[in-house]
């Protein structure tokens, strides 16, 4: 019964989508025709998110059913399995994540419906319609290649269980705040196409356009933050960002999402990069697609790929040929037509933010080319190799160095023209502040080791109290705290984040202390001043896996600070061998331990690591995605258009991006 | 002039035709002289029950599937077979060129997909059969001749697109 | 100071020509330095890779070959494809999948009595999971496994005991 509901509601969405295309393009074309198309195309857009919503709360409740008869289920669930990870189970493998993945794009799109009633009419009729077209993309997709509603006969009496690397809170939620991510992207990417067709690139596109890129930003942020915790905790071994194909792939939208957001800030207030803004968007949304090819496919094999299927690849590929093909093709055609931008001063905030814009874009080329330069090796036939991490490592720190020092520079710098003078003078607090506190820093707690880690928590400083000197001048010159707009607010905190990020990984890439040691009941080993004493291992039964518990107590200088109790587990019914680890932390340092294999006698290896700041990694991207969510919700950008145009020359009132 | 404007749409061009390269794979059908002939011998049961099990098969469609315990490909392939058993195919299981303990070890760790394992420990009844290594996975129709062969292992899309289609059809007129 | 616009977009793109000129020097010399080639044991047998340069070397675990010091962390083995096998010399705590007969991927380099000293072994969390380069190495074109494999395989056990 659940599964043919399932199927239903998922053929009927895309029967939706198609009237929902049909009718933008009629609402598109004669606007006043068409009085009531808001309303109609509303309903589209609810009943198309209801119906899969009614989808995915089928395959929930089939999940916490324990019913195998369906093929999914069965492969990624079991009757041990606790509730919280049936639930999450749902997006635990390829075609369930699909599910969630739809469930998302229907739910923004309804938000685009919902709270864009500022926009003209056919401008919201072509958006909606390309959402629509991006929807029926992949319901297609998951009917045809991959539903999640297939049955099987004879029914098995037990599923294959959820893999254990996914049973773990961070996750649960990272999926779905990548996609959100992801998807959020597609809203931008649908403004971009409606611009382009209209022949209506402008600050009021772009004013339409920001509120929905931060936030997709913010969540994608946030997902890819979650997936580093998860790796870093779950994955057993204290590594947090590997460089793997598939993190790769969320990396890139993202470093073309930040791109984009501080690309639309100059479109928004000045009216220029305008073709350059829309490529963006549009490369931001290819870039999303490409990462969930790369996953699905099975040309890149990595920790995260779901189990690949070429037919899925071939389709998702052509998906993406027609959708990015599509919008750049239109975009070769329009932009060809807009008339020369007004040009920009060197010293200002535009050119900055162009700057900013050439350093992410270039990042973004590299983490491509270290991503898919294997691949073409491999295609070519010239034998196979993979591009190591610290390849990434050594083009980021001196291309990423230059874009914190311009952080610093953002708020003072003023819009169309502005003058040294000025924004030298404030900078030198922050400057000097940030140079010294940085120096005490290295020199008093990691004793003076390693230039580039002095030059990362000095820049890193640097971002951090320049944030904060934006937002006292800001306080000083308006009515106090309460006048800071937020999107001044969103600013600062996601720089401020970006500083402590910057720090953080300088000094756990730079001073970070790993020791594989051979432990018997009783002895110690040292660790940076930390003792770590072995006490033994014991059995203990989880709820669907058995393991060995060590128990080892952290003294520092004699005096015990904590107990950690890493795990070696065996989950029943993968038979799945797992290391879990054990963490203290504070701001300053995590311990990490990790329990090795048992040695003989009473002995085992264990893996001790000492990781600086290893909690302001996770702190700094948290501060971003909040300066991402708090920026979004600038009342300016929810205002009525009726003074869209107004605005747009006197946009230079308001100071603050 | 403004050529420029073209430049994203050839990298994603070449994007496409760089990644539809990456997912061509060999095909690695291999024709067999087998088809549509009767089936050949296969090893004696060991004991009475596996001769009555494999009487019982006579007649019903059947895979027989050429293994052995030091093979890796066959391991890749376990779990399909695995679930192809759970869904009530009959497999008969060929043991080639193994140690009996071994294929027993491995049967134990790994689950035991096989109706019936039969041993051919020299590979003999491999040679009637056309096996080229393994593993091979053979699908017997009810009136005892082979209908395909799957070289290497067996796979998601050989499933969907071979097999299934093969069962369904033999199944569909007898109900 | 005035400047023309023809100037100032002069300036611009001299300014982009020096960023994405430092960047694709970097990242050509990154990637001569970063680029790891995966070989097999036949590769060294035939003496397709130099010494004391770092590689990625790929095999199966021969069965028996594992040899722990018991005192330390050191651990030496023996990595096998379809016709050779490299010795292999380890220190540190190896991955929870690495058992004898299991498909792994060690980095590191080779010294001068051919032995390869690998900084890293990995294994994946998934039993059924091989490389892919090495999967390919591994099977003829048939997709077939090799025989020689025997001696690899036979014996396999689960090696860990909780």
Same mark, same amino acid.
């Given at each position: ?5 399932g ?9 939706v ?16 025709r ?5 309303? #109609?195309l509303?309903?589209?857009? $609810? ?24 093929v999914?289920?069965?492969?990624n ?6 509730l ?13 994540s699909?599910?969630?993945? /739809?469930? /998302?794009?229907?739910g ?19 958006v909606?319609?390309?959402l ?13 290649t991959?539903n999640p ?24 939620i ?9 998807v ?8 971009a196409v409606?611009a ?15 509120? +929905?890129?931060?936030s997709?930003w913010a969540? *994608?942020?946030?997902g890819?933050?979650?997936g580093s ?11 947090? +960002?590997?460089?793997d194909p ?5 990396? /890139?939208p ?23 803004t ?10 999303s ?19 690949s299927d070429?037919?899925?690849? *071939? ?12 919008a ?5 055609w329009?932009? $060809? ?19 900013n ?5 270039? *990042? ?18 010239l034998g ?13 720190i ?34 000097a ?37 934006d937002? +006292?001048l ?8 309460? $006048?800071?707009p937020?999107?001044l ?14 720090i ?9 202390v790993?020791?594989?040691?051979r432990?018997?009941?009783g ?6 001043g ?11 039964e ?10 080892v ?16 587990r065996r ?6 061998? /797992?290391?879990q ?13 990790? #329990? ?8 085992? $290896? ?13 702190l ?10 708090i920026?979004?919700?600038?009342r300016?950008? +929810? ?6 145009s ?8 308001q100071?603050?991006? | ?12 061009g ?9 997912m061509?794979d060999m095909?690695?059908a291999?024709?067999?002289?087998m ?11 060991e004991?009475?029950?596996?001769a ?63 109706a019936?394992?039969?041993r ?14 393994v ?13 395909? =062969? ?9 499933l ?8 369904s059809?033999? =199944?569909?007129?007898?109900? | ?6 100037r100032?977009?002069?300036a611009?793109?001299a ?17 001569r ?6 070989h ?6 035939? %003496?397709?890779?130099?010494?004391s340069t770092?590689?990625?070397?790929? %095999? ?11 005192d ?15 010795q ?7 991955p ?24 890293? &072994?990995l294994a ?11 999967a390919?190495r591994?099977?003829?074109?048939t ?6 494999f025997?001696? &690899? ?10």
């Amino acid at each position: 019964m659940l599964p043919a509901l399932g199927d239903m509601a998922l053929a009927g969405a895309t029967c939706v989508c198609v009237l929902q295309i049909l009718f933008a393009v009629q609402a598109a074309r004669a606007p006043e025709r068409y009085p009531a198309a808001p309303a #109609l195309l509303n309903a589209m857009v $609810s009943s198309h998110l209801l119906l899969i919503f009614v989808a995915y709360c089928a395959m929930s409740i089939l999940f916490v059913q324990d019913a195998f008869e369906v093929v999914f289920v069965a492969q990624n669930s079991h009757v041990e399995l606790p509730l919280a990870y049936k639930l999450s189970a749902v997006w635990g493998g390829h075609e369930g994540s699909l599910l969630l993945w /739809m469930l /998302m794009l229907a739910g923004w799109t309804w938000c685009v419906g919902r709270f864009s009633n500022n926009l003209p009419t056919s401008t919201r009729a072509i958006v909606l319609g390309v959402l629509g077209f991006v929807a029926i993309g992949f319901l297609t997709f998951t009917l045809w290649t991959s539903n999640p509603f297939d049955l099987q006969f004879p029914v098995p009496e037990s599923g294959r269980d959820l893999n254990p690397l996914l049973q773990d809170p961070g996750m649960v939620i990272h999926p779905p705040l990548l996609y959100m991510g992801y998807v959020g992207f597609a809203v931008a990417f649908a403004f971009a196409v409606a611009a382009l067709i209209e022949g209506r690139l402008d600050s009021t596109w772009a004013r339409w356009t920001r509120p +929905w890129t931060t936030s997709a930003w913010a969540f *994608l942020t946030a997902g890819i933050a979650l997936g580093s915790w998860w790796a870093y905790h779950e994955l057993g071994w204290g590594g947090w +960002w590997f460089w793997d194909p598939v993190e790769n792939a969320s990396f /890139m939208p993202w470093l073309v999402g930040t791109a984009l957001i501080h690309s639309l800030a100059v479109t928004d207030k000045r009216g220029v990069f305008k073709s350059w803004t829309v490529l963006l968007a549009i490369v931001a949304f290819g870039l999303s697609l490409l990462g969930t090819f790369l996953v699905r496919s099975g040309v890149l094999v990595s920790v995260h790929a779901f189990a690949s299927d070429p037919e899925r690849g *071939l389709y998702i590929l052509a998906f993406l040929t027609v959708v990015v093909g599509g919008a750049l093709a239109l975009y070769a055609w329009r932009a $060809s037509q807009l008339k020369p931008e007004t040009r920009v001063a060197i010293i200002s905030r535009e050119s900055a933010l162009l700057l900013n814009n050439v350093f992410l874009v270039v *990042l973004a080329a590299v983490v491509f080319i270290g991503t898919l330069y294997p691949l073409v090796v491999d295609s070519l036939g010239l034998g196979s190799m993979s591009v190591g991490p610290p390849y990434f490592e050594a083009l980021f720190i001196p291309l990423g160095l230059p874009l914190v020092l311009l952080v610093g520079f953002s708020a003072t710098l003023a819009w169309k023209r502005s003058k040294t003078g000025p924004v030298l003078r404030a900078a030198a607090l922050p400057a000097a502040i940030a140079v010294v506190a940085g120096i005490a820093l290295w020199a008093g707690i990691y004793a003076a080791r390693g230039a580039m880690a002095l030059v990362g928590i000095v820049l890193g400083l640097w971002a951090i109290f320049a944030a904060l000197r934006d937002l +006292w001048l800001r306080a000083r010159s308006g009515r106090g705290v309460g $006048s800071i707009p937020s999107s001044l607010w969103g600013m600062s905190l996601g720089h401020l984040g970006l500083g402590m990020f910057v720090i953080a990984v300088t000094v756990v890439s730079s001073f970070d202390v790993e020791r594989d040691v051979r432990l018997a009941t009783g002895e110690v080993a040292d660790v940076e001043g930390y003792q770590f004493r072995f006490e033994g291992t014991r059995p203990v039964e989880g709820p669907n896996y058995i393991a060995e518990r060590a128990t080892v107590t952290v003294l520092e200088d004699g005096a015990p600070i904590t107990t950690l109790y890493p795990e070696k587990r065996r989950y029943r019914v993968q038979q799945d061998i /797992m290391t879990q680890s054990a963490v203290s932390y504070n701001p300053m340092r995590d311990l990490y331990v990790s #329990l090795g294999e048992p040695m003989g006698s009473d002995a085992w $290896s264990l893996r001790l690591q000492y990781k600086p700041m290893m909690r302001l990694v996770w702190l700094g991207t948290a501060l971003m995605m909040l300066g991402g969510f708090i920026a979004a919700l600038d009342r300016r950008y +929810w205002r009525a258009t009726r003074s869209a145009s107004a605005t747009a020359s006197g946009a230079t009132a308001q100071q603050v991006s | 002039m403004r050529a420029h404007i073209w430049i994203p749409l050839l990298a994603l061009g070449a994007l496409v035709v760089l990644l539809y390269a990456g997912m061509q794979d060999m095909d690695r059908a291999l024709p067999s002289p087998m088809i549509g002939k009767a089936a050949p011998s296969l090893p004696v049961p060991e004991n009475s029950e596996a001769a009555a099990v494999l009487n019982a098969a006579q007649g019903q469609p059947r895979l027989v599937n050429f293994w052995a315990s030091w093979c890796q490909p066959c391991l890749a392939e376990h779990p399909e077979l695995m679930a192809l058993a759970e869904r009530g195919v009959t497999i008969i299981g060929v043991n080639y060129k193994d140690e009996a303990s071994a294929a027993a070890r491995w049967l134990d760790r790994h689950g035991n997909p096989f109706a019936v394992v039969l041993r051919d420990p020299e590979g003999a009844f491999a040679i009637d059969w056309g096996v080229y290594g393994v593993p091979e996975t053979y699908l017997i129709g009810p009136d005892d001749t082979v209908l395909h =062969k799957k070289v290497g292992p067996v796979d998601d899309a050989y499933l969907r697109d071979e097999l299934q289609p093969r069962l369904s059809a033999l =199944k569909g007129p007898a109900s | 100071m005035k400047m023309t616009a023809r100037r100032q977009r002069m300036a611009w793109i001299a300014l982009l020509l020096v960023v994405v000129g430092a960047a694709a020097a970097l990242a050509s010399a990154a990637f001569r330095e970063n680029l790891m080639y995966f070989h097999t044991p036949t590769d060294i047998a035939s %003496g397709e890779v130099p010494s004391s340069t770092n590689f990625r070397l790929g %095999g199966l675990v021969t069965t028996g070959s594992v040899d722990r010091d018991p005192d330390s962390l050191n651990v030496a083995f023996r990595l096998a494809d379809c016709d050779h096998e490299v010795q292999v010399q380890y220190s540190g705590i190896l991955p929870d999948l690495f058992r004898e007969g299991q498909g792994i991927v060690t980095m590191g380099y080779l010294d001068d009595e051919g032995t390869f000293q690998a900084q890293q &072994v990995l294994a994946k969390h998934d039993e059924n999971y091989m490389p892919p380069e090495l999967a390919e190495r591994l099977a003829d074109e048939t997709g077939h496994s090799c025989e020689p494999f025997k001696p &690899v395989r036979a014996g396999y056990d689960t090696g860990y005991d909780s």
